[in-house]
C-alpha cells in the first residue's frame, strides 16, 4: 500500500491547469496572484513628514540656534515648498512632503510658538529626524509581491498603493461534491431510524470557501447505474470532483468502478493511513479533472480534506507552499498498527512560545462531533508505535 508521503507527491503531479483571470481587488482577497506587483515609485515617493512640527535645516540649529521664525505651512497634499531664508523655518503637518531647504523635524510638543517665532525645548535633536526618506523601504521596481502570494487583506492594500486596480489571478475551478450512499437524507428532513443526515458535503464546501470557491452539491444513491448516469452528467460540467463515500469494500461501494468505467485513471486506491485507509485519487486525460473519492467515514472526510484536497487546490492555483507547522505532544501517545496516524488533538501555546498539542480522547473514525473541540491532527509517522511527551511533530489543518 501507498505511504502518505508518496500519496501526496502523486496527486502533486496531477495538478490542474487553472488559467489566469483579472479580478477587482474586492475580489481578489484570499486568491493567488498570478503576476508579480512591483512599486511604481519608490516608497515612500517623496521624504515624508512623520510628525506635525517644524522643519529646519539642521545646521543652523548646529551653529547653536534655537529660535527661528515661522515662514509658512507645509501641509499634506501639497507640493513641495521652499524654504529660502536658512534661518527660518516650516510649520510642517504629518504626510506632508519635507519643503526644500529644510532636513530636520521637530514635533509640536517641543516646540514653543509665539508671534511668529519657534523656539526649541529640547537640546537633542538629530538630524533627519521625523522624516521617512524617500525611497527608504523600497526603491522603485522593487517586487512588492510575488507570484503565488495568497492575497490578504494587507497585500490588498499594497496592490492598491501600487496602482493595480484589477490583479491577475488563478481562476477557481468549477467544483462539485457529491455524496453518495441511500442512508444519507437531507438537513431539512427527519431522518428514519436506519438513516443519517448528510454532514461531509458541507463540511468540504465550507473548507473549500477559504479558498474562495464556492462548490456545489450533490447526492448520488449506491446504485450503480444511477450511480454511473449521475456522475457522467456532472463530469460534463465540472474540473473537481470531491465524492464522500462508496469507496471502501462494501457490497455496495460502486464509486471506483464506476468512475473507471467513465474513463477517469486511478493513480491510486488506499493509502497507509487512519482514518482515511480507502482514499481514492484520479484524473481524466490530460489532467484535465481531478476526482477525489475520500471515505464516508466524517472524519475520514475532515483529514482527507485538510491533508490531500485543500493543498492540492492551492497548487493547482498556485499558491506557494506554506511552511510546514510543528506542535509537540503535551502527552505521551502509543499507536501501533503499521500506519500514519492523524491524532485529533487540541493546540495551545505554552507560556515559554510551544505549540502543544493534546490528543482528544476517544477520537475514532466516526467520532465528528468530538472533532468540534479539535484544532487540528497530528500526524503520527507509520514507521514508530511509541510517540513521547516534547516530541515534534507535523500538524495538519484546515489553514
Ligand atoms: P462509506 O464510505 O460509504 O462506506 O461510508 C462510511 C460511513 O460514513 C458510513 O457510516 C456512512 O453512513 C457515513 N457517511 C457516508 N457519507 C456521508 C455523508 N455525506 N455525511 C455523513 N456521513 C456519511
Ligand atoms: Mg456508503
Not at 260 to 269: A, K, M, N, P, R
Not at 291 to 314: A, D, I
Not at 363 to 391: I, K, V, W, Y
Request: charged share 20%.
Amino acid at each position: 500500500m501507498l505511504s502518505v508521503h508518496d500519496a501526496l507527491q502523486i496527486t502533486q503531479t496531477h495538478l490542474l491547469d487553472l488559467p489566469d483571470e483579472m479580478v477587482s481587488l474586492e475580489e481578489a482577497v484570499g486568491r493567488v496572484l498570478r503576476q508579480p506587483l512591483t512599486a511604481d515609485r519608490d516608497v515612500p515617493p517623496f521624504n515624508r513628514v512623520t510628525m506635525d512640527g517644524i522643519a529646519f535645516r539642521y545646521d543652523a540649529f548646529a551653529g547653536g540656534a534655537r529660535q527661528f521664525r515661522v515662514l509658512g505651512a507645509q501641509f499634506a497634499g501639497q507640493a513641495a515648498g521652499t524654504l529660502t531664508d536658512p534661518t527660518a523655518c516650516m510649520e510642517v503637518m504629518t504626510g506632508a512632503v519635507l519643503p526644500l531647504g529644510t532636513d530636520t523635524v521637530v514635533r509640536y510638543e517641543d516646540v514653543q510658538i509665539e508671534q511668529g517665532m519657534a523656539t526649541i525645548q529640547v537640546d537633542e535633536v538629530q538630524p533627519g529626524q521625523n522624516i521617512h526618506p524617500q525611497g527608504n523601504d523600497r526603491p522603485a521596481g522593487d517586487v512588492l509581491l510575488r507570484e503565488g502570494t495568497l492575497m490578504r487583506s494587507v497585500d490588498v492594500a499594497v496592490a492598491a498603493s501600487v496602482g493595480a486596480a484589477k490583479v491577475s489571478v488563478a481562476a477557481l475551478p468549477r467544483v462539485a461534491i457529491i455524496a453518495t450512499g441511500d442512508e444519507l437524507v437531507g438537513v431539512d428532513q427527519t431522518p428514519a431510524p436506519h438513516q443519517i443526515r448528510h454532514s461531509n458535503i458541507y463540511m468540504i464546501r465550507a473548507a473549500l470557501r477559504a479558498l474562495g470557491i464556492r462548490a456545489m452539491l450533490h447526492h448520488l444513491p449506491d446504485d450503480r447505474e444511477v450511480l454511473k448516469i449521475g456522475l457522467q452528467n456532472l463530469l460534463e460540467q465540472n474540473d473537481v470532483f470531491i465524492l464522500s463515500g462508496g469507496v471502501s469494500a462494501g457490497k455496495a461501494d460502486f464509486v471506483p468502478a464506476t468512475l473507471t468505467e467513465l474513463g477517469v485513471q486511478c493513480h491510486f486506491h488506499k493509502v497507509e493511513q487512519r482514518p482515511g485507509k480507502p482514499l481514492w485519487f484520479g484524473t481524466t486525460e490530460g489532467d484535465r479533472q481531478v476526482v477525489f473519492g475520500l471515505p464516508g467515514n466524517p472524519v475520514s472526510t475532515v483529514m482527507c480534506t485538510y491533508k490531500y484536497v485543500l493543498p492540492y487546490l492551492r497548487a493547482a492555483m498556485g499558491q506557494t507552499a506554506p511552511q510546514p507547522v510543528y506542535a509537540q505532544l503535551a502527552e505521551p501517545f502509543v499507536f501501533r498498527p503499521a500506519l500514519t496516524y492523524f491524532l485529533p488533538v487540541r493546540l495551545h501555546y505554552a507560556p515559554d512560545g510551544r505549540l502543544l498539542a493534546h490528543p482528544l480522547p476517544g477520537s475514532g473514525s466516526g467520532d465528528f462531533t468530538n472533532l468540534t473541540g479539535a484544532d487540528a491532527f497530528l500526524e503520527l509517522p507509520a514507521d514508530q508505535t511509541a510517540f513521547a511527551e516534547g516530541e515534534a511533530l507535523p500538524v495538519v489543518s484546515a489553514w
